[in-house]
């Protein structure tokens, strides 16, 4: 036999407590990626509050850009500052900050290596709001890397008649992006001609959108919280045939995840429009935890709320992981 | 301890004197640019008469391109000639003078170094006019560089059904002109099928382009002088329940310059179509001032009136800003 | 004035506590570089156990090629195995572990993102070993950004007649590095035909050695304790008339710190060959430390001891630099 | 916990039979790679007489270029044909066939798939014999996928004063070749002014020889059977004062397989000079599998033997293998 | 007759007073550049002190490089600091501060635009010295506009057997540079094998390096002062012949100045060697003057004065130049 010894497992110090065994398996589903874009996965998963655990709470803000600044920061006019949501986001501990280019431009010197980034770059604003919608590309993988970004975050919109087109710029952009050591975080809308208001958050199109970015590649996958609703008839008989429960938000949540390659990709979910009840949004997060889900990305839910509220309610959602 | 000595503070010539702290202030909202970039907004800051207020009157001669030449210079025909303008920012003590390619090409290398150069490297025509426009880029980084300019211009029109393409096409550009220490003008214009034709100047909307623009990258960037007018509904909501104050052209131009990064941002605004009065046009230099607006750029209403008119005009509007 | 908002200083988690006020002043000596760099610069800085106190103890691991397997690791056979270095700069919380390609590649994966990587991008061995010496370029950057590093190595020889083509590989390399947001740490290795055996160690060159890495842009130095020993007879007027203190190893190591920019470049001291007492190097470290030196690269003296020693040995010498 | 599901162990085929657990446990040591180069790895594992074992027996044509076709063939004229070596590959059970461009061009096509083949990238004639040698690149890796290879091979002159010019030009190649899934595989063989003629095959000599092949990054290294001599005088400290055996061929074999990452690259060795008596090479295997060698590389010693004979040869040198 | 009109002379405001028919008229001796070119020539013309005399006085700070920290830097402690030379430029008001990399982004970003920066692009240490020698390229033409300087500076050394080799890298950056709209300033410096010591700064091999480096494309030369010493035979003959007057310092920066296009191209003279007193310096400032010199570049007689010293006597040598 070759002469190959074990190394035996040395104490570590506090800071390999973050690295922790479900670390360790979360990063075992990503075995085809290199090194740098397994140890950029793994920076989101041992910085914040959440450090170790596997489970995930991002502050997104693309809000601006998405919605206008008078929609998204008027309720808490912290907000127009950049500066603002590195700190929030670093009081809170939360696992990342995503945004998109000028956002992180105008922060992310002052932050350098304080927090993991992720950078929006594709983005779509409603002043031109197409049926059938698509992003326009925004920053690039260089730009992700200059700026010490661990993942660029891409938003595909299935469903509509231009899903092919962002289809192929994703995958442009996920093969430089790994080539690098980024990781790659898709947020996956459904949206388009093609679908109902409701099935844009119906369980079969949810699952389905997830399921599409995963095959895209995505390390990470963000969704919106399924509802019960069927969208296609085709797929209603499928659930219908298999009697997958489907009836409560921990029953989706599961669903999405095990559509997700059984679990072994990253998914976690937003907390959609603004809620005024902190309540409501944590036991979204119960039920996330409770399906198995790996946790929520939270940005109007957070940055509207004035800063003390907002770290605990932050704090509070981290909580609920960690249990 | 490490041995690092402070450098105590020299004495300054006069120089420096333009080089003041809140050039330096401003300088540090750009902190993830190279020292290439910063220096050459830094040029823009400290040429002029505004040398140092961090404020900007900047000459822009692109009308020749985007409505033809009678339009544009036959109120006052000096204007065909590509010298007069470049005579005329100077005479009147402009921070920088702004033109396409052939306007530059013709006079830049008479007065190289003279005064700080925006090379506009898209631009539209009105031979063709769509409903949903997008301007020709027309000059390239590399000419800015060997034309001797300070910064690039780009026009995006939020609100085109085109507006992806020209953000994308922006991106590439800006990427570009960063590496190369260069800085990145934006003129964002709402045009297209999805506004009415208030809703160009709509309150809500011009404080939305220039956030995107922002969001872009863009290191300055030239709005038009917002309306009352909200045009976009859900904006409305928002503007309602946060109170935003909007009745006053100095809360207007406050909140446009808090939507680009709440004043991390050079936002300066165009004076619109021309004017007969001159002092319609102090009175919107008065208003930008006080709602801390960092300038105007005016086209139209300076090269269209007779020289001594113009330069008394200019200066006039620099001493407004200067106070 | 412009609607600036200060955003006041939030209370910050136990991560934060990495992210000192010392951290923060050495990253603003490298304001020129892009955030990337400054986040890999800050990560360097952030871990182990001298995370935030902006001292440095650094295991590297060429000495396989540089001096050949035997000579390397027959002291303590574990060393053959590339896992345990990884292992032994966890256990002991080093700041970061640099090796080439080849030991980088064995074991990235596996920890990836769990200790900061140097990947050492030219490599020397002494089966062929010339007067002038020059290493050859063993990896590239985009190899150091696949396999997740924050920094390349290169190894430059002033002295050697090989010199000018050493900083040129490295002009190339640490400008395509920077670009990508990486940082370049020079190994600054006095030898060659013009040098004798005591001036490779020399106080004069050492100290020009080191002020050569720093004006080639590295960002972190490492260079070799000095003696007291003066090798160039133009440089010996220079510290007799100025009557440079040099005779105490804390003077020595002062006087290169302030070779390298007054102490804004980050020098770290390599401990030479193998030394059995334990305590000769404690001294050491305790004259780097009261010379404002940064801290120590402990290879041979490291891994050649007993794991459970060597364990024992570093955190005893980090001990001495977070005093 | 997220909903990761067990796979259950489906029975397999007869194929996976060489899928084994011995393979699996080789591939692990490759955990940066892509699994493109995994994949070609394994083949190499799986195919053959030897599949499955993780040892090796390959066979190498390239003398017909580095000594002549006369002084390679003329001992047995079926050589001349490059079809023959495909065959005898092939009828033997070797893992694969190793040559330069114009003979894997030969016959390729007839075998396409047949076979993992070794396509080597670089090739020395002695028509200009140098004191310091240096191959020349004869092959791309894009020749080596147009070709149906698994790998390149790729040969450096470690003691060369070259040494520096091939190690770059294998650093190229071998970024290139992974980065399109391909395997590396390094002939490491010592030689130039720097060395005596003994200390080609000097212990020490070869120990480090395959250390430099490892940290340059090879997957498979192939160098020559050691001797008892040791060459360099700062390594004979070392080997006396660790007691390092290397009395016996299968000590010196164990030492070359713990001198390349403890045994954690595959190391094969070469059977060097033709030897008339069979029974000398099977001593040598057994030397080999003895020390925990991987297996040899076996060129002039089988197809300068007779068809018949060499079939058998080969194949009774594989029973050794594995026992 | 084409509709040309003449745009009269506007009033110019104080800014314009440095933009003056001196600077125009040496900016009309580059009419092959592009206005980038120009530009950058203009700002070196318009800045400090002898802002719009045509007259340059230049920071050069290569000399740690070149000879070392401590023979640099030890007179006058404070210039170990990077930060110290920027200051001592802008606060003596030179035209220019010229430096090698690692001293330009140490303090670039904080100075932005404050003073025109010269990048030195290849250096030379005293480590290994040769007789033939030759600088290494140590920076590029893409680092000098990313670090926002006006020029790249060029060591070539006429009479090194190496003269061909950088005769050729100054090709293809001058040639680059140029395309970027950068200034090429190159250090003339005669040395060699083929040059006595004393031919060195001999009259006719300083007119003949100023006139080399003048066809190798520089806008601005830098050279030594001149000694009556002639080297070449041949070259004694024309000076006889020719009677050329060479006996005073005025007359033998004449034949440089003229030697040089005559006196088309900015020729600066260097200080040379650290001299204690001042006038002499002052004598030989006037005696450029007087032949038509364009300036000095002086540095260790800046920098290793006591910095209000230094002041002091900077401002007193742009005093005679603006006489």
């Known amino acids: 036999m070759a002469a190959v010894t074990a190394v035996p497992e040395l104490e ?7 690295y922790t065994d479900r670390v360790r398996e979360i990063l075992s589903w990503y075995e085809s990626d290199n090194p740098g874009t397994k140890a950029n996965i793994a920076r989101l998963m041992t910085h914040g509050r959440l450090a170790g655990t596997g489970k995930f709470v991002i502050l997104p803000v693309d809000q601006g850009f998405e919605h206008g600044p008078a929609r998204s920061f008027a309720a808490n006019p912290a907000g127009y500052n950049p500066n603002y949501h590195f700190e929030l986001a670093l009081a809170s501990g939360c696992n990342a900050y995503a945004a998109p280019l000028g956002f992180i431009e105008a922060a992310a010197a002052r932050h350098a290596g304080e927090i993991p980034l992720i950078l929006k770059v594709n983005n779509h604003d409603v002043l031109h709001d197409e049926k059938d919608p698509i992003s326009a590309q925004t920053s690039s993988v260089h730009d992700a ?26 995958r442009v952009l996920a093969e430089e992006a790994k080539s690098y050591g980024l990781a790659v975080v898709v947020w996956s809308y459904p949206r388009g001609s093609s679908l109902s208001k409701d099935g844009e958050t119906a369980i079969d199109v949810v699952a389905y959108a997830a399921h599409i970015a995963a095959e895209l590649g995505a390390h990470i996958i963000k969704v919106k919280l399924p509802s019960e609703h069927i969208e ?20 989706r949540v599961r669903h999405v995840v095990q559509s997700t390659f059984d679990g072994r990709r990253i998914v976690i979910f937003s907390g959609g429009a603004k809620k005024d009840e902190d309540e409501a949004i944590y036991e979204e997060a119960r039920a996330i935890r409770a399906g198995g889900g790996f946790g929520s990305i939270i940005g109007r839910n957070s940055f509207q709320r004035p800063r003390e509220h907002a770290v605990r309610f932050l704090q509070k959602i981290m909580e609920i992981y960690a249990e």
């Open 232 to 251: 296609q008839a085709e797929a209603q008989k499928a659930y219908t045939k298999a009697a997958i429960p489907i009836s409560t938000l921990p029953d």
């Open 145 to 170: 890397l200059r700026l010490g970004c661990v993942a660029i975050g891409f938003t595909i919109y299935p469903g509509s008649a231009m899903a092919r087109e962002m289809y192929q710029q994703l």
């Open 12 to 18: 570590r110090k506090e800071d390999s407590s973050r």
